[in-house]
């Protein structure tokens, strides 16, 4: 996300290490294993292996997810073929404002972030409303492993394998009333923990929000690893919201609240530029951001000097699972 000091071409990534061979191996095995249909003990094992505990750079990584079960079924579409981006570029250039508005803040900042006890509230128009704790939630559903392009309004991407379920097992289970249109995001902001919250850039709490049927779209996941592991605090531990034909920022990081609502919530980015950041935030190559082209993205990791920009694909490359949830509508205006 940008604010209005121009911050692109300041914040280039630190050249990814190359990924150590016994992990790249492992990461490839994990992958054919999954292809062939056993993911879930596969995933399990791989993630407890002592050789993944750390990635070569000395990332420390936040280890196994405990309550991980198995990865039974795999959305179609849900998948890209692409490369994964390494886990130290994933995991140290973030955008996560409470910790700093520099990419190498969060990984920096966020170890004092608490993610234990944690719970989500789930209220307004809901007939199961309440205070669903962590435990419960990573329970409420198989996770599967699910590997998403992420494309950021900044103009770079990345390839990043998510650990949840589709949210709407969520929705499902507390079971909206008929007059909630939207859904929104709250997440945390502890003044006491997170040294940003307070600053001036954005208004605190970040929130984010869906129209109901995205919300209910299977692509759309709650998130609680990343890499067969625990999410790394500095990526919106211990549980995010992933909608991968959006911008990045729609991905509401380290969630304490999801409400259901009639009218379009207000988001945080809306608030702060709404002529920049509007509430639907799709991937759209065709309409420029006012401050720049949307037409074309610099994947993290293939940042030499020569290596070409990829162009930026309609809904992220999601247009067949996502498209019809936009038709008639006109997407310049609907930003
Ligand atoms: N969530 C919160 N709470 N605060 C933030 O600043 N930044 C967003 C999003 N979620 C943000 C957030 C932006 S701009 C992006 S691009 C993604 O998180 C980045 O996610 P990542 O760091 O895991 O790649």
Redesign the pocket.
């Known amino acids: 996300?940008l604010i209005k000091t121009d911050r692109q071409g300041v914040n280039h990534p630190v050249p990814s290490e190359i990924t150590g061979k016994g992990v790249y191996e492992n990461r490839r095995t994990l992958m054919k294993l999954m292809a062939g249909g056993v993911a879930g003990a596969a995933l399990a094992s791989w993630a407890s292996r002592e050789a993944l505990a750390q990635t070569p750079g000395n990332v420390t990584r936040p280890g196994k997810l405990a309550a991980l079960t198995s990865t039974p079924s795999r959305l179609a579409g849900a998948l890209t073929m692409d490369k994964l981006t390494d886990y130290k570029d994933?995991s140290t250039?973030?955008?996560?404002?409470?910790f700093g508005t520099d990419k190498a803040d969060?990984a920096q900042n966020a170890h004092t972030l608490k993610t234990s006890p944690w719970s989500v509230e789930i209220e307004g128009l809901v007939k199961k409303p309440g205070k669903y704790a962590l435990e419960d939630l990573l329970k409420l559903s198989a996770q599967e492993e699910r590997i998403y392009r992420?494309r950021?309004?900044?103009g770079w991407s990345?390839v990043?394998p998510w650990v949840g379920y589709s949210l709407s097992e969520l929705i499902k289970k507390v079971e909206p009333m008929p007059g909630a249109k939207y859904v929104e995001f709250v997440?945390l902001a502890d003044p006491k923990t997170m040294p940003f919250v307070g600053s001036r850039v954005l208004e605190w709490p970040?929130v984010e929000g869906l129209r109901m049927d995205e919300a209910m779209n299977p692509l759309t996941m709650l998130t609680f690893g990343m890499y067969g592991e625990v999410l790394p605090k500095?990526?919106?531990a211990p549980v995010?919201l992933v909608v991968p034909w959006k911008?990045?920022?729609k991905?509401?990081?380290?969630l304490v609240k999801i409400r259901f609502t009639d009218k379009q919530p207000a988001t945080a980015w809306n608030k702060a530029a709404a002529n920049e950041y509007g509430f639907y935030s799709n991937v759209n190559p065709n309409v420029d951001h006012p401050r720049w082209s949307q037409a074309t993205e610099r994947r993290i990791g293939e940042d030499g000097l020569f290596a070409k920009k990829r162009k930026t694909l309609m809904f992220n490359g999601y247009e067949a699972q996502v498209g019809q949830l936009y038709t008639g509508m006109d997407l310049k205006q609907f930003i």
């Open positions: 996300m994933a250039y973030n955008n996560f404002y409470e969060p992420m950021c309004v900044e990345m990043i997440t970040y500095q990526n919106g995010r911008y990045g920022f991905n509401a990081k380290s």
